[in-house]
């Protein structure tokens, strides 16, 4: 695996561990395929699941909305 280049925007991405590595900027989006790759090297897809650097997964973790009736 290739090392990482630092964050070059302004201000800094999250960093992968951070709670809110989400909000890094986007550096591929695939929105046909489901994914996009961000600047912190989080894969994020459609359902909120994450692909980790490290390779460990993040289930799905929308918000529900609505109830059974």
Known sequence: MSPRLP???????????????????????????GWTLLCNGVLLFEDTGEFLPDGSVVSPHRPLTGCAA
């Open 7 to 33: 964050c070059q925007h302004q201000p800094s991405c999250p960093t992968v561990d951070a709670s809110d590595r989400e909000a890094a900027q986007p550096i591929a989006h695939y929105p046909e395929q």
